[in-house]
């Protein structure tokens, strides 16, 4: 079985952690109501910005991650609301 959610950036420029999955394989994806892009990494200091991790437009490719657990990874965005779609492939 597949398990997949969502990650929402409430307020722009403050970001948000992933949830708590473990799992090898993720793949992340802009959810396509996005107005803006939304921005995903970990910079180590459990924070990321425009300028220190990775763009996902709505139009855009999803990208896959290898980690121990979702929760790894940090979103932020350039508009209140913004999603990341993630579905765990292993």
């Known amino acids: 079985m597949a398990l997949s959610g969502q990650i ?10 992933g949830t708590s999955e473990p799992g090898r394989l993720f793949s992340l994806i802009a959810h396509p109501d996005n107005d803006d892009t939304v921005w995903v990494g970990n910079d180590g200091s459990e924070d990321i910005t425009n300028l220190n991790s990775y763009p996902l437009n709505a139009a855009g490719s999803p990208i896959i991650l290898a ?17 990341v779609c993630w579905i765990k492939l292993e």
């Open 8 to 17: 929402t950036v409430t307020t722009a420029g403050t970001a948000v952690r």
């Open 67 to 83: 980690l121990a657990n979702l929760n790894q990874v940090w979103v932020d965005a350039d508009a209140n609301g913004g999603k």
